[in-house]
């Protein structure tokens, strides 16, 4: 992101629906002009709309010949599950408010707070070296829930890790999966403490459905569904010795 001084405020996780009927609520076309980008898109397809505040120069822009490219206070970048961008739109703060894409109402629609809706941190105390990603692939897959990576096109690194591989679980129930390394065990268990974490409803991400984050080694294994059965699973997969 143009501007050393840009940094991360707030990130949304919505599907494809969501952005086409933002992009298109109220004058929009599904066709031609006006079409969104995410009606060539699976309607559940996982997107992230992130904010951006600054000052932040937009290299993207197209200015008048002999003009230079805006600086803007707040950008929003919509990126989809690979990490490749659909929309960058730059303005104020006023004029981006942070708030999840989706119509009609322009206003953020979180999932439930903590009082209503737990979220769930589990620390697999058994395991204290470093677990590859393929190997947490074949633990999930072992216990009857097929699973794959797929490396993104860019990296949206959050909860202070150092990289990160999109977990792609075959499960409808699934809204999104990812699994963020560290450095270290000693790192990812520092990680695993941070309110964002325990605390989800105070971070700056707001998910399609309940949080669970699993503690893993040297990483945290992080997935979002309201479905407990799968949720069991996925924890009995993780964390049994």
């Given at each position: 992101?143009?501007?050393?001084?840009?940094?991360l405020?707030?990130?949304?996780?919505?599907?494809a629906?969501?952005?086409?009927?933002?992009?298109?609520?109220?004058?929009?076309?599904?066709?031609?002009?006006?079409?969104?980008?995410?009606?060539?898109?699976?309607?559940?397809?996982?997107?992230?709309?992130?904010?951006?505040?600054?000052p932040?120069?937009?290299?993207?822009?197209?200015?008048?010949?002999?003009?230079?490219?805006?600086t803007?206070?707040?950008?929003?970048?919509?990126?989809?599950e690979?990490?490749?961008t659909?929309?960058?739109r730059?303005?104020?703060?006023?004029?981006?408010?942070?708030v999840?894409?989706?119509?009609?109402?322009?206003?953020?629609?979180?999932?439930?707070?903590?009082?209503?809706f737990?979220?769930?941190?589990?620390?697999a105390?058994?395991?204290?070296?470093?677990?590859?990603?393929?190997?947490?692939?074949?633990?999930l897959?072992?216990?009857g829930?097929?699973?794959?990576?797929?490396?993104?096109?860019?990296?949206?690194?959050?909860?202070?890790a150092?990289?990160?591989?999109?977990?792609?679980?075959?499960?409808?129930?699934i809204?999104?999966?990812?699994?963020?390394?560290y450095p270290?065990?000693?790192?990812?268990?520092?990680a695993?403490?941070?309110?964002?974490?325990?605390?989800?409803?105070?971070?700056?991400?707001?998910?399609?459905?309940?949080?669970?984050?699993?503690?893993?080694g040297?990483?945290?294994?992080?997935?979002a569904t309201?479905?407990?059965?799968?949720?069991?699973?996925?924890?009995?997969?993780?964390?049994?010795?």
């Amino acid at each position: 992101m143009p501007g050393s001084a840009a940094r991360l405020v707030a990130t949304f996780q919505i599907t494809a629906a969501d952005l086409a009927a933002w992009d298109e609520n109220p004058a929009g076309s599904h066709a031609g002009p006006g079409m969104s980008p995410a009606r060539s898109m699976s309607v559940s397809a996982a997107i992230f709309a992130c904010y951006f505040d600054g000052p932040i120069t937009l290299t993207n822009a197209h200015p008048p010949q002999g003009g230079s490219p805006p600086t803007v206070a707040r950008v929003l970048v919509i990126v989809d599950e690979s990490g490749g961008t659909l929309e960058v739109r730059g303005g104020t703060e006023q004029s981006l408010p942070l708030v999840r894409p989706s119509a009609p109402s322009p206003l953020p629609t979180p999932w439930p707070t903590v009082a209503a809706f737990a979220p769930t941190a589990i620390f697999a105390t058994s395991r204290t070296s470093p677990i590859a990603s393929a190997e947490i692939v074949a633990l999930l897959t072992t216990a009857g829930v097929p699973s794959r990576i797929r490396p993104p096109a860019a990296r949206l690194l959050l909860y202070n890790a150092t990289d990160i591989d999109l977990l792609a679980i075959d499960d409808p129930a699934i809204r999104g999966a990812a699994i963020y390394r560290y450095p270290s065990v000693a790192a990812a268990n520092v990680a695993f403490h941070l309110e964002a974490i325990q605390n989800p409803a105070r971070g700056t991400v707001t998910f399609m459905a309940r949080p669970h984050f699993i503690g893993l080694g040297d990483t945290i294994v992080s997935f979002a569904t309201d479905d407990e059965a799968i949720t069991a699973r996925i924890i009995a997969a993780l964390t049994q010795p």
